[in-house]
Every structure is written in C-alpha cells, then in structure tokens.
C-alpha cells in the first residue's frame, strides 16, 4: 500500500500529513516529542494498518515537515491542531492512537473532544502520571544550557546515537540499524532540533507536578481505550500505565515485554495485532 502525503493548513500552521489506505473508519497516528516525526514512528505499522483502514499520520508542529512556530509548543496548542487536523479530513470520529508526547495529547482530545474520538490508544504516554521520574531534577534539567544545546554538542557523534536509541527507545539491538541512527542524527543536527520539545517541557513542567492535570481526570475518559506499554519503558515506567489502566473507565492494558519506549518501532507486528485485535473486540 503506498503512502501518500499533503499539506494542510490548521490555525494558519502548515501540516504536513502522511495518508494511507481505505475505509469507513480512520486511524490517527501522533509520533512523540525530542526529534521524532509521523514516519519515524510510525512507517512500519502504517503500512500494515492501511490494509483495512484509512490511516493518517501528520507531522506535528516542530517536527518532520510542518511549520516551525515562534510561540509556545504547549499541550493545548497541539491538542487544537490534531482537533483542527480531524476536522479537515472530514474523518470524525477517529481512532485516535498516540506515543509518548502524541499519548498525552489523545488523552487530552478525549478529555476536551470526545465526541471526535472513537476509540483511544495511547502508546507508552505522556500523562497517566502526577510526576515524572526524579521531577524535580528534571524541571531543572529542562531549563539548564545542557538541554538547550544538548542535540548540538551530541549529534556529531553517531556512537553517542545508538547508545541513546538501545538506552531509552529500543532493546533489540538489531532494530537499530545504520538507516536509523542517519535518520536520527540527521534530525538532530537540523536547525533548532530540540525548540519544540524543550518549549513543551518548559510549558508543561512545573516544579511540582504538571500543568495540564491528565492524571486528575483520567476516570473522565468516556470511550473504550487500550493503553499500550513497553514493559523496560524508562521515560514512562509500567507501573503509570498499570495504574492508570485501572483508572480508566472501560480500559485494557497490553504489555508489550521487552520493549522500551518505542514498542511500535520494535515490535510493529504485534504492535498491529493487538490494535487490530482491539478495535474488532468493538465492533468497529
């Protein structure tokens, strides 16, 4: 199935969106934050998923090929432009699958949009958390030099990459191919890389807690959700979507064992089973 892509404009920013495939429901697919993009992410499972359905994967704000903004990357900006994303393809209501910055942002959707989602998948998230891990250090961290500068000073060194990619993203090591580490470090050495993601986390991230409270209302998530996790997640620790699971109404939880924080990238087979496995259970 080949993938196709357009432009559209939402609140006067240019999208960049990647599309797919046929049906009478559509897939919406949000990458996550650092130097991620829609085919970074998702490209492997696009493919598959576009076989039953129509799948549409945009670029978000900051990222891949859509507008770079001069104000704030913040959660409710982005929220607006998927909400805007929606409603120019005419697809309502979506099945609304997002990683990691893409997860806290479906959440959101549902939350502001439901009648726009239906159904929610959100793949190790932003979000199900009243803190991240050592909070404290990280709400410093976010505003420190190092974090402004950190893709300059480590994009040069291809090495630096990998042990990035097998630390944070990827246990199999086989998974992370010469092909990747070149897409990833030329993403890193672009102009202002990293100013979307560091304005998300200076937005988001107080010093105690976060500013949008996904966690508070998580029990206010009115349509069937499948929370997908990477059981050796470090970034979201299983034991947030384990609770969170438990948090949201009509909500299953799959453990993807093994995988890290990019299980869709790692493991898109089964990544694609059990979302297809899910939307059936739906009578979709």
């Known amino acids: 199935m080949d ?3 357009t432009k559209i404009v939402v609140n006067e920013v240019n999208i960049h969106c990647y599309h797919a495939g046929k049906g009478s429901d559509t897939i919406l697919l949000l990458h ?26 945009p670029d978000l704000p900051g990222y891949g090929g859509s507008d770079r903004i001069n104000g704030e990357y913040s959660l409710e900006f982005y929220t607006e432009i ?15 699958v997002g990683l990691s910055l893409g997860g806290g942002i479906s959440l959101n959707m549902a939350l502001k949009h439901p009648e726009l989602i239906k159904l929610l998948i959100p793949v190790d998230s932003w979000g199900i958390f009243r803190k991240l891990p050592f909070h404290r250090l990280t709400y410093w961290y976010t505003r420190s030099k190092f974090n402004d500068n950190l893709y300059n000073w480590t994009g040069k060194y291809r090495s630096f990459i990998r042990w990035t990619l097998q630390n944070s ?7 992370i191919t010469d092909t990747l580490v070149d897409e990833v470090q030329k993403s890193m050495l672009e102009h202002e890389a990293g100013k979307p993601f560091i304005s998300f986390q200076r937005s988001e991230i107080t010093p105690n807690g976060l500013k949008t409270d996904l966690y508070s ?21 299983i034991k947030d979507a384990i609770v969170a699971s438990k948090i949201i109404p009509n909500c299953r939880l799959h453990i ?18 059990v979302v297809n496995d899910f939307i059936s259970s739906n009578y979709i």
């Open 3 to 5: 993938i196709n892509s």
């Open 32 to 57: 996550g934050a650092g130097v991620d993009s829609a085919m970074m992410s998702w490209k492997e499972v696009m493919r598959q998923l576009s076989m039953e359905y129509q799948v549409i994967a």
């Open 82 to 96: 998927v909400k805007g994303i929606i409603e120019a393809f005419k697809c309502d209501p979506v099945i609304l």
């Open 169 to 175: 993203l990827i246990s199999d090591k086989s998974i």
């Open 217 to 237: 209302r998580l029990n206010e998530i009115t349509m069937p959700t499948l929370l997908i996790h990477g059981s050796k997640d470090k970034a979201v620790p």
């Open 256 to 273: 993807m064992v093994g995988c890290k924080h990019w299980p869709q990238k790692e493991r898109p087979d089964e990544f694609v089973r």
